[in-house]
């Protein structure tokens, strides 16, 4: 048998499949971390009522969802400024969610009733 | 019957035929059911009870229509379980006017949340009126969802882009417009500069002794900007109607009436016909006000409007359901 490809052969081939399998093991490791982070925030609450939305400012942390509720006696919605997100018409008691996977300030209004402003803040 | 003569002019300084001391002291009554009638500058007053007595003679004119406003059909909250019958009792007002108007205008939120049902049930009770014609233009209840394209459907024959249009009835010229589509953040109502240009186009050539009636549903004047209660863009589109001599502004939105006249142009809001809303400022928010439901159909209410030919400005009578 030519013993072309040695044991330095096969010692580079473990070890790259050793780092490889690390890096993956890191990599996991990295992953759980960051989904306990997710499960751990739990969504974060926005009250609709009284023609405003409380509160008017809400920092989350990335990969928070935003419920808005609508506790007022007349319809509302909850539009994003730039277009990243649209709810449908609220009528009281109903919700709308949105899971902010990106940091950045989200600037939002009512399109029913546009003096009604609010802003969600990613970090 | 002296006090019939006490509410005419005492005073026309100005020869326009508005004793301007005597149509403040009628604005101050109207909050307690008396009915302010300036027919061609005329001032008379009448009491909510001797409504009746607005027969053809006092009113005689060429053409008479009516405004309702603010149905708000599928709204069920506690300022009003059954905006349905409100709705039917201020057809009924109508019918029961000493000449019914010839036709209908109604200045928007027709619907609660653009329902295809809701549509119907006010389409349904509208055909109790007498008067067939109803002229329509949108709330921005009436578009919301799907940005006004069943609105349209429903009752935008014959108009342009997002639902305005003019039309002429025994030598008065109408303008439905539209101040409802892309609301911006923290903004008022919008007219846009497509509908602008229409209007501009609209007004051309016309005489300016032709009498005009614009409606639209958020007012065209800054009634309460803090609450939305104005539209961003409307002196462009008041200067093109400065030239004409009677202008009437008919609009809905703030669920009360209100006047305001600026030289040739009076502004005029009508009751919802489904619930109130605040007088500006008196509340947190501008949302439905709750009175005890004895109370309900006394803030509700319809507007019949008189044109008399050479006179030049249209008799604006508001009436409440009760």
């Excluded at chain 1, 490791?29 to 609450?45: D, F, I």
């Amino acid at each position: 048998m030519k013993r072309k490809y040695g044991i330095g052969f096969i010692a580079v081939i473990t070890a790259i499949l050793f780092v490889a399998l690390s890096k993956e093991a890191v990599h996991v490791g990295a992953t759980t971390k960051e989904s306990a982070a997710q499960s751990n925030s739990a969504p974060a609450a926005v009250k609709i009522d009284n023609f405003s939305f409380g509160p008017a400012e809400l920092t989350v942390s990335v990969g928070t969802t935003v419920q808005w509720t609508n506790r007022d006696d007349i319809p509302h919605t909850v539009v994003s400024t730039d277009g990243v997100f649209k709810s449908h018409a609220l009528d009281t008691d109903e919700s709308f969610s949105y899971k902010f996977d990106k940091t950045g300030t989200y600037p939002y209004f009512c399109s029913l009733h546009p003096k009604m402003t609010g802003k969600v803040v990613v970090q | 019957m002296n006090d019939k003569k006490k509410d005419e002019i005492q005073f026309d300084h100005n020869h326009d035929g508005i004793d301007r001391r005597g149509f403040l002291k009628c604005m101050a009554w109207a909050g307690t059911g008396t009915l302010c009638v300036i027919q061609g500058g005329v001032l008379k007053s009448y009491s909510l009870s001797r409504l009746g007595e607005l027969d053809r003679s006092h009113m005689s004119g060429e053409l008479s229509f009516a405004q309702i406003s603010d149905s708000h059909m599928g709204f069920n909250k506690p300022a009003n379980p059954d905006v349905a019958a409100t709705l039917k009792a201020a057809v009924e007002k109508i019918n029961a006017l000493p000449k019914p108007p010839e036709f209908l205008l109604h200045t928007g939120d027709i619907s609660h949340l653009s329902k295809p049902a809701e549509f119907d049930t006010v389409d349904q009770i509208l055909k109790g009126a007498k008067s067939k014609d109803v002229f329509f233009v949108p709330g921005e209840h009436d578009v919301f969802s799907d940005n006004g394209d069943l609105y349209r459907e429903r009752y935008g024959k014959g108009t342009k882009g997002a639902g305005w249009y003019s039309f002429d009835k025994n030598g008065v010229h109408f303008i439905g417009l539209v101040n409802v589509m892309n609301l911006k953040a923290g903004g008022l109502g919008t007219l846009g500069q497509e509908q602008l240009e229409w209007l501009e186009n609209d007004l051309k050539g016309r005489p300016a002794s032709t009498p005009i009636v614009v409606f639209a549903h958020i007012p065209l004047w800054s009634v309460y900007p803090q609450w939305g209660w104005g539209t961003d863009d409307s002196e462009q589109a008041l200067a093109y109607l400065k030239r004409f001599g009677s202008v009437t502004v008919l609009n809905g939105h703030i669920h009360q009436t209100m006047q305001k006249v600026e030289g040739h142009v009076k502004f005029h809001t009508a009751a919802s016909t489904a619930f109130p809303q605040p007088a500006p400022g008196t509340a947190d928010s501008p949302g439905p006000m709750k009175v005890p439901a004895e109370k309900l159909r006394s803030v509700l209410g319809v507007t019949s409007v008189e044109f008399v030919r050479g006179k030049h400005a249209l008799a604006v009578v508001d009436s409440s359901l009760a």
